[in-house]
Structures are given as C-alpha cells and as structure tokens.
C-alpha cells in the first residue's frame, strides 16, 4: 500500500513563511521524485518544486530564490521550505511521488494542502 502525507500549509502574511513535508511510502515500491505542485483558484496544477533520489531539482520561475526543496532519502520525506511568500503563491499544494516497482513507474498524489498568503 502506497501512502503520500503531507503537512505543514495555513495562513501566513505576505513576506512570511511556511513549510510543507511530504512522506511517501510503499512496502513493495523504491521512491523516485518527489515533488510539489500547486493550484490555485481557476488555475492548471503547476510543477513547484521536485526533487529525485539523486539530488536533482527543478524549481518554477516564479519561486527561485524563494523555495528550497530538500529530501531524506531515507526516509523519502521531502521539506518545501518557503520563504518571502506572495499572495500569488495562494493555492492548494499537492504532493506527488513518483513510485517504482520492478520496471514499472507509478505516480501518486497527495490529499493536497491550502496555503494563503494575505496581503
């Protein structure tokens, strides 16, 4: 059974900050990426953040600078740390895991998490 938990999210002042955690886990399944997506009012989901098992990451343009994704392997819990945070950046966050067993890749969500940024 594969489970994606996510905390961390709420009501923050522009300029604060908040952090999000994402756990993934599945008995018969190794942990690829992981990342974290958005989606605020009237919007297409967006990539904004992942992070593989090999360290590499992707960040939107539009939270550079701002967000720092970070990964415990072994405990394939990754941190979305937020900083310096927007109204823009208003939106449910999902977490997504991308899971594998033998050759076969699985992606799984997350229940989703609010943040709201107030100006």
């Known amino acids: 059974q594969v489970q994606v938990v996510e905390s961390g999210g709420g009501l923050v002042q522009a300029g604060g900050s908040l952090r999000l955690s994402c756990a993934a886990s599945?008995?018969?399944?190794?942990?690829?990426?992981i990342g974290w997506y958005r989606q605020g009012p009237g919007m297409q989901r967006e990539l904004v953040a992942d992070?593989?098992?090999?360290?590499?990451?992707k960040y939107a343009d539009s939270v550079k600078g701002r967000f720092t994704i970070s990964r415990a392997n072994a405990t394939n819990t990754v941190v979305l740390q937020m900083t310096s945070l927007k109204p823009e950046d208003t939106a449910v966050y999902y977490c997504?895991?991308?899971?594998?067993?033998?050759?076969?890749?699985?992606?799984?969500w997350g229940q989703g998490t609010q943040v709201t940024v107030s100006s």
């Open positions: 997504k895991a991308l899971m594998q067993r033998n050759y076969h890749v699985f992606q799984y």
């Open positions: 992070i593989n098992s090999g360290g590499s990451i």
């Open positions: 599945g008995s018969t399944f190794s942990v690829n990426a």
